[in-house]
């Protein structure tokens, strides 16, 4: 391991940075009196102190939300054939507050092949899991105007072909070419948009209103 700082405390020191900046902890789990040793890192996920008491696994999975608990099959198939576990929870701290937390679980065997000790991982991924929840709510919001106008959304490659067609356009398989003459509200759509009307390759393209507004009746002239 490389030590970034000198002295004596320069592992521990090292290991203290490298949590601090990933936000991460990591643990050994000893399966047999199920008591857990934790980096400082790791306390600081779970928002306790360091030395606020001995951890068991137990304690671990009570704080751990109940509908992110592991299952109990998936717990028994670790401990028999210790294959590596990738497990995303939410952790409830003491204070109430919620956490998502990433683990990257591994085992640890004995000469006989029994496995004897896990040791893992776990890094915060709060921040991305709250970004990821925006991105749906926006996608979201726009479909439902999509809904609401009965409106319809694509995205155009370079060659000036619709390739990806809105949600609601999938489910209703309304997928056509983007320059097709469909009515809207008794006006033509031809030439709502000109195949060579797009800002840039692979961006949603610019529309060409002109063509949405329907023409006044043309008077007869009399004979």
């Not at 619709?162 to 070419?177: G, L, W």
Request: proline residues 5%.
């Amino acid at each position: 391991m490389i030590n970034l700082f000198e002295g004596k405390p320069g592992i521990r020191e090292t290991q203290s940075f490298i949590e601090e900046k990933l936000c991460a902890g990591i643990w050994r789990w000893e399966i047999a009196s199920d008591d857990m040793e934790c980096s400082p890192g790791f306390f600081k996920l779970l928002g306790m102190e360091p030395a606020a008491r001995k951890l068991s696994f137990h304690d671990i999975q009570q704080m751990v939300h109940p509908e992110d608990r592991l299952a109990t099959e998936e717990l028994a198939g670790f401990l028999y054939a210790g294959t590596p576990l990738d497990h995303e929870c939410r952790i409830i701290r003491p204070n109430g507050r919620i956490r998502w937390i990433s683990n990257r679980i591994e085992a640890l065997f004995d000469s006989g092949g029994r496995v004897t000790h896990a040791i893992g991982v776990s890094v915060d991924v709060t921040k991305q899991r709250e970004q990821l929840q925006s991105m749906k709510n926006s996608a979201a919001r726009f479909e439902a105007l999509l809904e609401a106008i009965d409106g319809k959304a694509w995205i155009v490659n370079h060659e000036g072909r619709s390739s990806v067609p809105s949600r609601r356009d999938r489910a209703t398989k309304k997928n056509r070419p983007f320059c097709c003459a469909e009515s809207i509200r008794g006006a033509r759509r031809t030439g709502l948009i000109s195949r060579n009307r797009f800002d840039a390759p692979g961006r949603h393209c610019i529309p060409r209103l002109s063509s949405i507004a329907p023409r006044a009746p043309t008077a007869r002239s009399a004979g």
